[in-house]
């Protein structure tokens, strides 16, 4: 079984080929408002690294959000013309449980612009509460009544969050992961108004 993976919902640009829970060929880094021109050479290299084509792929999983207005669609847009011209399968995955992966314990922080940050505390890989806005008022709080890792990119206080390896929870993840049954119905789930996901900064790839 061939996963393609891909996340474009924030700042980096994650693409990964697995057969089954083998990592065949990846790539992440940073590519901030530049995914939609990175992704398919990206996918074209990691293909070629494994040896495969698109038609070989058997199923899709993307990250739905939260994330950047306009990250997010980039390649929930790609995967759902690969699933429905290809019959194959689509899956989600939020955007803070690939950050965290299967850490016993993790918070998770994003910038969401106007000192606010995407939100959620994960456990061996599952949300334990809806994702949430905070206020950065709020971010100690947050942080301290949730015990375990900080990850995402917003520090606090002197805790300075961990860099995910999001190839490998990707496929860590697998149990996690939402089937789409009808895969034009498919829609990034975006925690507020659409003018507040213009996150500014970053750098290219």
């Avoid at 790539?27 to 040896?51: H, M, N, V, W």
């Amino acid at each position: 079984m061939i996963t393609l993976a891909m996340d474009t919902a924030y700042r980096h640009l994650t693409a990964g080929l697995y057969d089954d829970d083998t990592l065949l060929a990846g790539t992440s880094s940073e590519c901030f408002k530049k995914q939609s021109e990175a992704l398919f050479p990206r996918l074209q290299q990691i293909l070629g690294d494994a040896g495969l084509s698109f038609q070989d792929i058997d199923q899709v999983v993307i990250t739905d959000g939260p994330g950047s207005y306009t990250g997010v669609r980039i390649a929930m847009t790609v995967a759902k013309v690969l699933a429905s011209q290809r019959g194959i399968p689509l899956y989600t995955l939020s955007t803070l449980q690939l950050y965290a992966g299967t850490a016993p314990s993790a918070s998770v922080l994003l910038d969401a612009r106007s000192h606010r940050a995407y939100a959620g505390h994960v456990e061996n890989g599952i949300l334990t509460e809806p994702e949430q806005i905070l206020t950065e008022e709020e971010y100690e709080g947050f942080v301290t009544s949730h015990p375990g890792i900080l990850l995402g990119d917003v520090a606090v206080g002197s805790r300075n969050p961990e860099t995910p390896d999001f190839l490998k929870n990707f496929i860590d993840l697998k149990d996690q992961w939402v089937p789409v049954p009808n895969v034009h119905a498919a829609v990034p789930r975006y925690l507020k108004e659409s003018d507040a996901y213009k996150t500014p900064g970053g750098h290219g790839c």
